[in-house]
């Protein structure tokens, strides 16, 4: 059974992200007729809103949360001439561009905006969530792979001191970790209302009362590695910026600090000069940023959607076809 969805959902950065794919519509297409990849469709926000500007653009939507793309198709289905949905990781969009791209419909514009969907937080069963108590669940994907409760079960205080340190950021990993072997030996731990409290008896009393729940960072890490995240979008970039055509735009929004360095290193990257043992190579740019640095929501869109406070906006566009050699991707 799938939650009810009365999407009221509101996309983050929305306008802004309209205007730089528009460019890459625009550039690369031919009288507006673009390929482009929304490559997290969650509800379908951003999608619904570039298929409504852009009326000869057709939208390939992927995602790999079947809710999702369920949801999604129901909001979008009077675009469905215009509209594929696609159940993958958004590392497949170099297979998904092959199959959908053509001399008509150039690959113009890929959005990806990074992180749990609402569609997901809101869904108590999907144990996301540390404020409600759940089974600890958090696959974006539920058709298979290990749940957070596994990862629990299976691995050692070191292994999991160690996603927590790098995909929470968290300065207490190694006393939470502990403190979850040490609970875990006595009763299985299945909700998130016992991480919490593992969480809450392990951290130093004063780090308690500062900086909102505890627990926030150790649910941040576990759901970055049951869903493999940073892994999957270190692969899915480089594809990506490869798969655009000659004037199409890469738009990126990412919520925490991790994605985004990821983010920010691969642009960089392709946009710095190439070397040969050092030495500048004669060729000219084949990307070009669009945006220096990064943009923030403003007051006012955060005061209406907070999930906007964290978002960090990024966005590239590819000004030709780069020369027969391989560049090497590292984040």
Known sequence: MFPNTNFTHQPVLAARCIELLG???????????????????????????????????????????????????????????????????????????????????????????????????????????????????MRMDQSGGKTAADLLAELSDVELAKILREAGEEKFAARIAREIVRVREETPLTSSAQLVEIVREAIPAP?????????KRTFQALRIAVNKELSILKRAIPVALDSLAPGGVMVVEAYQSLEDRIVKQAFQQVVAPST????????????????????????????????????????????????????????
Do not use: C, W
Request: net charge negative; aromatic share 6%.
């Open 276 to 331: 040969l043992n050092g030495v500048p190579l004669a060729e000219e740019k084949t990307f070009q940023l669009l945006i220096n640095g990064a943009e923030k929501a403003g007051k006012t869109e955060i005061s209406n959607n907070p999930r906007a406070a964290s978002v960090r906006l990024r966005a590239i566009t590819k000004l030709s076809e780069p020369a027969e050699r391989t560049r090497e991707y590292h984040a």
């Open 207 to 215: 780090a308690r009362r500062t900086g909102g729940n505890p627990a």
């Open 23 to 137: 460019q890459g519509i625009e550039q690369a297409g031919q009288q507006g007729r673009a390929l482009v990849i929304d490559g997290t469709l969650g509800l379908g926000g951003h999608s619904e809103l570039i298929l409504q500007t852009y009326p000869q653009v057709h939208l390939i939507g992927i995602d790999r949360d079947k809710q999702a793309l369920a949801s999604a198709s129901r909001r979008l289905r009077e675009y469905s001439s215009r509209f594929t949905a696609v159940h993958a990781t958004y590392d497949a969009i170099g297979q998904v561009a092959a199959a959908y791209e053509d001399d008509a419909y150039p690959l113009g514009g890929i959005l990806m905006d990074l992180g749990v969907s609402s569609l997901q937080l809101d869904d108590v069963a999907r144990g996301f969530s540390y404020a409600r108590d759940a089974d600890l669940d």
